[in-house]
């Protein structure tokens, strides 16, 4: 999977201070079909902070679209998580990448999942910067189950 879009600046790939992947992922006890990572990477020659007080992916957004194009997830991902009541900092230094897993329909009310293809983009916004990953498309088959396409 490419690394994708861009910081606040905008630019060429080179000039990307933050970029973003979203990848499908198999956990061991496989109880997890929807199970995802999110890889955050700073390529800047200067080390990155993001305050926090929630969870360092407060500024996640997964956008879930059905295979007509209606976008079916209900709120940011970031808004999944609850504050801390202190604020933390994540410093990410030149190079470095910071992985967490992620639910691929956690945006998504159980209610409203249907069989059919779905596609699911991360934007990661943290002040000036934003980071969005290739779109990731999934298939719901009628039993849950999910498969990558």
């Known amino acids: 999977m490419r690394e994708s879009q861009i910081n606040g600046t905008g630019g060429r790939s080179a000039d990307r201070v933050l970029t973003c992947q979203l990848r499908q992922t198999r956990l061991e006890d496989d109880q997890h079909p929807f199970a995802a990572e999110v ?22 957004d997964l956008q879930v679209t059905d295979q ?21 900092v ?25 069989s059919g293809a779905y596609t699911i983009q991360a934007t990661y916004q943290y ?19 999910l498969q990558k396409e």
């Open 127 to 145: 002040r000036s910067y934003r980071a969005v990953s290739d779109q990731l498309r999934i298939q719901l088959q009628s039993d849950l189950q």
């Open 39 to 60: 890889e955050l990477k700073n390529n800047s020659a200067v080390p990155l902070s993001i305050e926090w007080d929630c969870d360092p992916l407060q500024y996640l």
């Open 90 to 114: 994540l410093e990410l230094m030149p190079g470095q990448l910071y992985k967490h897993s992620v639910h691929l329909l956690g945006t998504v009310p159980r209610k409203n999942w249907k």
């Open 68 to 88: 007509s194009g209606k976008v079916v997830s209900e709120c940011k991902y970031g808004h999944l998580f609850s504050p801390t009541g202190r604020t933390i």
